[in-house]
């Protein structure tokens, strides 16, 4: 196997809190770049050690956060990626799709904005084929916890914070995805969720503190709800797509918005400096 060097300066960028996170985050671009499938060896610790510039203390906690959560298995022969289980539980679930998703994207998502509008291109598909199904599998309780979702966002707007409501709005679609009755879609939208959270979380907080855009959001929800209590499956997928198509147009716009401002700010700056 190539143990070649990946490209850290991304994940520098990143910046993760700790030393083993961002060892973790290394290893997980590691396995990405080199194709490692589950059976798969890793380099030696030292070598780990070595690419991350790290302690051989702080990678083997990285790698000892790796194994208590199931991505990696460490033995006497050295490091393997681990095998899933064949029936997982939902936490065992959560954590395969945050690991196998989310962990391998977060590095580039932070390295380049550009990322999180493919993030978006995603959620439209994942969403789309979410409603459709829920619209066709929904019981009462699904359709009363969508319902007590949807309330939730129209309480908090005005009275929590942006980025709160903003997590209201992904409980409001995670809800969808759980009445589709398909656990893969749910973890990996929930995923998705995450990355978006943690890569435009000022664009999120944006969209909920312009009054009509909460507006349109809330006009768009409630009519997702009523095609899915209707049980018309192909309506929901369209409300969806437009629904997704809306929040990816609006958080463009605010994008370009803090750029061009940030743009005039730097010139000003400049001109001051010139002038004295």
Not at 19 to 43: C, N, Q, W, Y
Not at 52 to 64: F, K, N, P, Q, Y
Not at 88 to 116: F, K, M, N
């Amino acid at each position: 196997m190539d143990d070649a060097k990946p490209d850290l300066a991304k994940l520098a960028l990143a910046q993760p809190s700790r030393v083993s996170e961002r060892a973790e985050a290394m290893i997980e671009t590691f396995i990405k770049d080199h194709g490692l499938r589950p059976g798969d060896r890793l380099p030696s610790e030292r070598a780990l050690a070595e690419m991350a510039g790290i302690s051989r203390a702080s990678l083997r906690e990285a790698v000892g956060r790796m194994a208590a959560r199931g991505r990696v298995t460490v033995r006497k022969t050295g490091i393997l990626i681990a095998e899933p289980p064949a029936s997982p539980s939902p936490a065992v679930a959560a954590s395969w799709a945050r690991e196998t998703i989310s962990a391998p994207l977060a590095p580039l998502v932070a390295y380049d904005a550009g990322y999180s509008h493919d993030v978006l291109e995603i959620r439209q598909a994942l969403e789309g084929a979410a409603a459709y199904y829920a619209a066709l599998r929904a019981d009462p309780d699904d359709k009363t916890r969508i319902r007590d979702a949807f309330e939730a966002m129209g309480k908090s707007h005005g009275a929590s914070t942006p980025i709160e409501e903003a997590r209201k709005d992904a409980a409001f679609h995670l809800a969808i995805a759980e009445a589709s009755h398909n656990a893969v879609l749910k973890q990996v939208m929930s995923s998705m969720f995450g990355l978006l959270q943690d890569s435009i979380s000022q664009s999120l907080e944006k969209l909920y503190t312009v009054p009509q855009t909460f507006d349109a959001l809330s006009q768009q929800h409630r009519a997702l709800i009523e095609t899915i209590e209707a049980g018309d499956a192909e309506g929901a997928r369209q409300v969806s797509d437009r629904h997704l198509r809306f929040v990816e147009t609006t958080i463009k716009r605010i994008d370009d918005d803090l750029a061009r401002k940030a743009r005039s700010t730097v010139a000003r700056s400049a001109a001051l400096q010139d002038k004295g």
